[in-house]
């Protein structure tokens, strides 16, 4: 497995369903409490597409990236991702998927503490088994491409929020993956900073990615071609744009 | 992925160097407390083989409590005669009676608490011990009851702290009276031997010691060189039968050749090494445990890492693999530091004790084998906790 392989070789049809979820519940267990925060989602996501994500706190938009990021499985209904059915994928799979095929940006960053920023960037191409050349200098060229090529080795915290996000970005970019998923990937950035990042996902997509971003700022919605609206763990609406 | 290792054990440095330390000690203690083992014994077991494996001793069995009715019966028979007796086994070249007592030597304003051993000329080749300078006592001097006495060398040394003792006159006082000796020879000096210090005594002619000295002629014991070496079985079922004759319970005497005391000694050595490494081992343990425990710390406090980790594409594997190799990291770098400081230890306490240093390529196998295997099994344990998180969880983890 190359996870650095070219991206035009990586899906020859840019068209097509890439995830089907149906009546996709999740439900977390606490003592005797539940709490419902999916109930009943369901929706696809066709290759290629922008897709937003909105809807109030609570209201269950994480928890739908992380099953897209296959971070977690649904407690009940059906999930596929590109054929594969999600519900029955073991660890493993689940893995090798969030590693080649889906680069995720967290919205704390979530670098790794001890390591620099080219070490953060290479980690996904280790799991992959990646040689340490090519590795490097993937990651060296994705930092310069998100404007950190002198940042190479400076640690997370010697790096401002900005510069943080964008080592994340570049981190996910790594194995070059198909699908792109940033939870709120403006919302501790300021206004300017926000807006090259956003520029940034709508270069990637431009590029054939599948991107997905949750956020709660309408101005970061234009960027998408659909916004899903949710609450209380359902989808209010599905609205298509441009 | 040994970069990710160093990386996380050197940002806990303290930590790392406490988990390295307690396997350390473990190892050093086992290899140190073999080494001692094992030179202890070749000490005790080369002063053994220097009587020479071909001796025999012909005691008194030890009688406890109702001892003297039953005791007195044999050291009745235990007589310088019986040792003519017992030279007339073919298979035994010479026999040496012994009378053991005690005694007070003095010469000038100097005296000292001692040993005297009545035995024949025969006894610096029976129990291997040559005379140093002078000369032991002859045939001649054990017929006449020559009033002669050779010194053990701690005795010559004390006693004659810077003259020549040879042609000098001590007194030997026992139960009051008093003998004037002549000092004619001083032994070789021969170590000490857990039971016999040769050198702390003084040996005179046994007959000399029968009639002067105690006034009776019971031995305490007899020393038989065997004619040959293979033929120390041979002697002891002569010596017996022998004795069978004169003494009707054969529980009554004992027949030891140096060779089972020798074989005892090994015996004893290989359970006191044991004994030894066995604590040692402990010692290890607890310092596997001590990695398990920093280990148990460590994942808890890099859930949110491992959250991260498992996020990017790290399978179960990865996750189990990074922890077990800082665990066996450590533990291995314990047991090789352990071991050096194992054998400095050992050659410390080697030099001083004056024995060789002894470290059986086995001591150091096991005690590195054993390290990585603590490193192991008590990395087994966090390690599978790591990988078996979930990784939502992990990253909610504050
Ligand atoms: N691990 C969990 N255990 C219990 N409840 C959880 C867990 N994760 C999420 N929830 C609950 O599920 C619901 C949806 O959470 P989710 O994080 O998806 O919301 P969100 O839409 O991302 O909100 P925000 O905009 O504040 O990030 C919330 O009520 C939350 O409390
Ligand atoms: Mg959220």
């Not at chain 2, 010194?151 to 004037?180: H, I, M, N, W, Y």
Request: net charge neutral.
């Amino acid at each position: 497995m190359s996870p650095l392989r070219p991206l035009a070789s990586q899906d020859g049809e840019t068209m097509g369903e890439l995830f089907h979820l149906e009546d996709v519940t999740k439900v977390y267990k606490m003592d005797e409490v539940e709490v419902r925060a999916l109930d009943g989602v369901s929706f696809a996501i066709q290759r290629g597409e922008f897709l937003a994500i909105m809807g109030p706190s609570g209201s269950g938009k994480s928890t739908v990236m992380h099953l897209l990021g296959c971070l977690d499985r649904p407690t009940s209904g059906r999930m596929v991702l590109d054929g594969l059915d999600l519900l029955k994928a073991s660890d493993n799979q689940l893995a090798e998927i969030r590693n080649a095929k889906i680069g995720f940006v967290f919205q704390q960053f979530n670098l790794l503490p001890r390591e620099n920023a080219l070490r953060n960037v290479e980690t996904p191409a280790i799991y992959a088994g990646a040689r340490r050349a090519e590795r490097v200098r993937r990651a060296k060229e994705l930092l310069e491409r998100v404007g950190l090529g002198d940042r190479l080795f400076h640690f997370p915290s010697q790096l401002s929020g900005g510069e943080r996000q964008r080592v994340a970005i570049a981190r996910a970019l790594m194995n070059d993956p198909a699908i792109l998923l940033a939870d709120e990937p403006t919302g501790n950035l300021d206004t300017k900073t926000g807006e090259e990042i956003l520029a940034l996902f709508q270069h990637l997509h431009d590029e054939g990615r599948t991107v997905v971003l949750v956020t709660h700022d309408q101005r970061v919605a234009s960027y998408a071609s659909r916004i899903l609206h949710m609450q209380d763990g359902r989808i209010l609406r599905d609205e298509r744009v441009n | 992925m040994l970069r990710t290792t160093i990386n996380s054990l050197s940002a806990h440095k303290l930590r790392t160097a406490l988990s390295v330390l307690g396997i350390l000690i473990g190892v050093a203690s086992v290899i140190a407390m073999i080494s001692v083992g094992q030179g202890a014994t070749y000490d005790i077991r080369s002063r053994v083989e220097s009587l020479g494996a071909d001796l025999v001793t012909v005691s008194p069995a030890f009688r406890v409590g109702r001892a003297g009715v039953a005791s007195t019966q044999i050291t009745e028979t235990f007589t310088l005669e019986l040792a003519d007796e017992l030279s007339k086994a073919p298979a035994v070249r010479d026999v040496v009676p012994v009378i053991q007592t005690n005694g007070t030597i003095k010469y000038r304003d100097r005296n000292l608490q001692t040993t005297l051993m009545g035995v024949t000329p025969a006894y610096p080749s029976v129990v291997n011990y040559p005379v140093a300078r002078g000369r032991f006592f002859s045939t001649q001097d054990l017929e006449s009851y020559a009033k002669v006495l050779v010194l053990g060398s701690e005795v010559a040394q004390q006693l004659f702290p810077d003259e020549d003792p040879l042609g000098k006159e001590v007194v030997l006082e026992r139960a009051g009276t008093r003998f004037l000796f002549t000092i004619i020879g001083v032994m070789t000096s021969k170590g000490q031997l857990g039971f016999g210090q040769y050198d702390n005594r003084v040996y005179l002619p046994v007959t000399t010691v029968a009639r002067r000295i105690t006034g009776d002629r019971t031995v305490n014991f007899y020393n038989l060189r065997v004619a040959s070496a293979d033929q120390v079985d041979e002697a002891i079922a002569q010596v017996e039968f022998i004795l069978s004759r004169r003494i009707s319970n054969p529980e009554d005497y004992r027949v030891r050749a140096q060779q089972d005391i020798i074989e005892t000694v090994n015996q004893n050595a290989i359970t006191m090494t044991f004994l030894l490494g066995g604590i040692a081992a402990i010692a290890l343990l607890v310092g596997g445990i001590g990695i398990m425990n920093i280990l148990l710390v460590s994942v808890v406090e890099r859930t949110r890492e491992i959250g991260i980790r498992k996020a990017l594409g790290a399978k179960h594997r990865d996750i189990l693999w990074q922890f077990l190799t800082e665990s066996v990291f450590v533990s291995t770098l314990g047991g090789v530091m352990g071991l050096l400081m194992g054998v400095g230890v050992a050659a410390l306490i080697a030099s001083f004790s004056r024995w060789p240093l002894i470290i059986p390529s086995y001591a150091i196998f096991l005690a590195l084998g054993f390290s990585l295997t603590v490193g192991l099994i008590f990395g087994v344990y966090p390690a599978a906790r790591a990988a078996r998180l979930d990784p939502v969880e992990a990253l909610r983890y504050e």
